[in-house]
């Protein structure tokens, strides 16, 4: 798994969390973003993989 991909998958999944109000508060909303983006970036592989879409 490279760096960027998992940087970028946190980003994201932390930006976007910061609209999920019923987590509570903004940086609390960005944690787990951030948490979900770093888990989604690690199994996407094996996900690919399962499917049999490892190019």
Do not use: E, Q
């Amino acid at each position: 798994m490279d760096l960027i991909t998992v940087t970028y998958y946190a980003l994201v999944c932390g930006v976007l969390g910061l609209a999920g109000p019923r987590l509570g508060r903004p940086p609390i909303r960005l944690i787990v973003g951030g948490i979900v983006g770093i888990l989604a970036a690690t199994l996407l592989p094996a996900l690919r993989l399962g499917l049999g879409l490892d190019y």
